[in-house]
């Protein structure tokens, strides 16, 4: 079957001053996947993540959505298509849990326009997905860290885009909550059909919950596929400088890494 792109990177390039950071990245991201973006830290997972959403305006023609030019999208078109929870998002403490998810629907309201019932029971609906339901009335400064990371999705899925970019969503939080978030996103995928890109720092998480992995280093593509074909012992010992051993996860087939 044949898979419709819908991001579409060629030859893009960013630099920080003189610092080049992206160097000439092509990626094509096609309709539900999970993708995951892996590689060191500074690698330029963030920055990358950062021009699809285009809180780092990119050049032109170097990002298309659905074969446009990404630069020619207005902000509201942008969010209602893709969504994106940032690392270490800052949250005003003021704000209840209510009114953090039902920011998510902003990109749908008029100016001055108040939420209508349909919002309500969007915010609703992605409270109830995220397990964050229960604490709609409180304080965002009040729950844990790994609650906060919850509201922050649901927030994202109440903006009901086909896309959602996250980035190391996952990498405060203890395995449990781990496993919860990527579930979560799994079943996004299954039932609401939506695509997901996201950072990961536990290549194994990657290898496991990814149906496609980009391993970055020093702002190239080192290597895109499958995670039988980038998540190999040349690969990693390459990018991380480290001994490892690749083994066959015994419950899903998928590689998992072992270190000396
Ligand atoms: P990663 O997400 O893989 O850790 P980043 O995209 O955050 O990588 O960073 C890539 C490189 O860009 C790093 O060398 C980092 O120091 C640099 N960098 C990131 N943000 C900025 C910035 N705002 N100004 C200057 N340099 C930056």
Request: aromatic share 6%.
């Amino acid at each position: 079957m044949e898979e419709k792109s819908m991001i579409n990177i060629k030859g893009l390039h960013w630099s920080y001053g003189n610092e080049k950071v992206l160097d000439d990245i092509d990626i094509d991201f096609s309709k539900n996947n999970i993708y995951g973006i892996i590689g060191p830290n500074g690698s330029g997972k963030t920055t990358l993540l950062k021009n699809i959403t285009r809180s780092l305006m990119p050049k032109n023609k170097s990002i298309y959505l659905f074969e446009k030019d990404i630069i020619a999208f207005s902000n509201r078109e942008l969010a209602k298509i893709i969504s994106y929870v940032p690392q270490n998002t800052s949250l005003e403490f003021e704000f209840s849990v209510m009114d953090i998810v039902l920011m998510g629907r902003t990109p749908y309201l008029k100016r001055l326009q108040s939420e209508s019932f349909n919002d309500i029971e969007i915010a609703e609906n992605s409270m109830k997905m995220t397990n964050t339901w229960k604490l709609r009335n409180k304080n965002i400064g009040n729950i844990s860290g790994g609650e906060r990371q919850r509201v922050i999705i649901a927030r994202a899925l109440s903006q009901q885009s086909e896309i959602m970019l996250l980035d190391e969503p996952v990498s405060q939080l203890d395995i449990h909550h781990q496993v919860e978030i990527l579930n979560i996103l799994k079943s996004l995928k299954l039932e609401k059909k939506v695509t997901v890109i996201m950072s990961l720092h536990d290549l194994n998480l990657a290898s496991q919950y990814c149906d496609k992995l980009i391993l970055m280093d020093e702002g190239k593509i080192v290597k895109k596929g499958f995670p039988k074909e980038v998540i190999k012992r040349e690969n990693i010992e390459k990018v991380y400088g480290i001994k490892v051993d690749i083994i066959k996860n015994p419950i899903n087939e998928k590689p998992h890494i072992i270190l000396y």
